[in-house]
Nanobody, 109 residues
Protein backbone atom coordinates (compact mmCIF):
# COMPACT_ATOMS: atom_id res chain seq x y z
CA UNK A 1 0.00 0.00 0.00
CA UNK A 2 1.25 3.49 -0.74
CA UNK A 3 0.10 7.08 -0.67
CA UNK A 4 0.73 9.87 -3.13
CA UNK A 5 1.06 13.55 -2.28
CA UNK A 6 1.95 16.74 -4.06
CA UNK A 7 0.49 18.10 -7.24
CA UNK A 8 -1.87 21.02 -7.64
CA UNK A 9 -2.21 24.11 -9.79
CA UNK A 10 0.86 25.93 -11.10
CA UNK A 11 1.60 28.49 -13.78
CA UNK A 12 3.62 27.78 -16.90
CA UNK A 13 7.29 27.52 -16.03
CA UNK A 14 6.62 26.63 -12.43
CA UNK A 15 7.65 23.59 -10.43
CA UNK A 16 5.98 20.87 -8.40
CA UNK A 17 7.16 17.78 -6.56
CA UNK A 18 5.19 14.58 -6.22
CA UNK A 19 5.84 11.99 -3.54
CA UNK A 20 4.79 8.37 -3.19
CA UNK A 21 5.33 6.70 0.19
CA UNK A 22 5.15 2.93 0.49
CA UNK A 23 4.38 0.94 3.60
CA UNK A 24 6.83 -1.74 2.43
CA UNK A 25 10.57 -1.72 1.83
CA UNK A 26 11.19 -0.39 -1.67
CA UNK A 27 14.89 -1.26 -1.79
CA UNK A 28 14.18 -4.36 -3.88
CA UNK A 29 10.89 -3.24 -5.38
CA UNK A 30 12.17 -3.47 -8.96
CA UNK A 31 10.22 -1.53 -11.57
CA UNK A 32 8.46 1.51 -10.14
CA UNK A 33 7.80 5.08 -11.09
CA UNK A 34 5.40 7.66 -12.40
CA UNK A 35 2.76 7.62 -15.11
CA UNK A 36 0.20 10.18 -16.20
CA UNK A 37 -3.12 10.32 -17.96
CA UNK A 38 -4.53 13.41 -19.61
CA UNK A 39 -8.24 13.74 -20.46
CA UNK A 40 -9.11 11.66 -23.50
CA UNK A 41 -5.64 10.13 -23.70
CA UNK A 42 -4.07 6.86 -22.70
CA UNK A 43 -1.96 6.54 -19.60
CA UNK A 44 1.72 7.01 -20.41
CA UNK A 45 5.00 6.40 -18.67
CA UNK A 46 6.64 9.60 -17.42
CA UNK A 47 9.67 8.48 -15.40
CA UNK A 48 10.55 5.09 -13.98
CA UNK A 49 13.22 3.10 -12.24
CA UNK A 50 13.91 -0.02 -14.27
CA UNK A 51 16.32 -1.05 -11.53
CA UNK A 52 17.53 0.63 -8.32
CA UNK A 53 19.91 2.82 -10.35
CA UNK A 54 18.55 2.79 -13.91
CA UNK A 55 15.93 5.32 -14.99
CA UNK A 56 13.91 5.97 -18.09
CA UNK A 57 12.03 9.12 -19.09
CA UNK A 58 9.35 10.15 -21.53
CA UNK A 59 11.12 12.15 -24.24
CA UNK A 60 9.00 15.25 -23.69
CA UNK A 61 10.00 15.53 -20.01
CA UNK A 62 13.72 14.84 -20.33
CA UNK A 63 15.74 17.67 -18.83
CA UNK A 64 12.71 19.00 -16.95
CA UNK A 65 11.58 16.14 -14.71
CA UNK A 66 13.69 14.09 -12.32
CA UNK A 67 12.73 10.88 -10.60
CA UNK A 68 14.49 10.06 -7.35
CA UNK A 69 14.17 7.70 -4.42
CA UNK A 70 14.87 7.56 -0.72
CA UNK A 71 14.90 3.91 0.27
CA UNK A 72 15.26 4.78 3.96
CA UNK A 73 11.89 6.53 3.73
CA UNK A 74 10.36 4.05 1.27
CA UNK A 75 9.57 7.01 -0.95
CA UNK A 76 9.96 7.96 -4.57
CA UNK A 77 9.71 11.48 -5.89
CA UNK A 78 9.06 13.26 -9.15
CA UNK A 79 10.50 16.75 -9.35
CA UNK A 80 8.84 18.62 -12.18
CA UNK A 81 10.38 21.87 -13.41
CA UNK A 82 9.62 24.19 -16.31
CA UNK A 83 6.08 22.87 -16.42
CA UNK A 84 4.04 23.28 -19.59
CA UNK A 85 0.27 23.17 -20.20
CA UNK A 86 0.71 19.81 -21.92
CA UNK A 87 1.96 18.37 -18.62
CA UNK A 88 -1.56 18.76 -17.24
CA UNK A 89 -2.79 15.30 -16.25
CA UNK A 90 -3.51 12.98 -13.38
CA UNK A 91 -0.22 11.53 -12.22
CA UNK A 92 -0.03 8.01 -10.84
CA UNK A 93 2.63 6.27 -8.85
CA UNK A 94 3.24 2.62 -9.64
CA UNK A 95 4.90 0.27 -7.18
CA UNK A 96 4.75 -3.46 -6.51
CA UNK A 97 2.51 -3.90 -9.53
CA UNK A 98 -0.17 -1.57 -8.18
CA UNK A 99 -1.32 1.99 -8.85
CA UNK A 100 -1.47 4.91 -6.46
CA UNK A 101 -4.66 6.91 -6.08
CA UNK A 102 -3.54 9.57 -8.55
CA UNK A 103 -2.98 13.27 -8.08
CA UNK A 104 -4.02 16.11 -10.34
CA UNK A 105 -1.39 18.39 -11.85
CA UNK A 106 -2.73 21.43 -13.70
CA UNK A 107 -0.47 23.87 -15.51
CA UNK A 108 -2.18 27.12 -16.39
CA UNK A 109 -1.12 29.55 -19.07
Amino acid sequence: QFVQSGGGLVQVGGSLRLSCVASSNIANAGFMGWFRQAPGKQREMVAVFNSPITTNYLDSVKGRFTISRDDAKNTIYLQMNSLKPEDTAIYYCRMFGAWGQGTQVTVSS
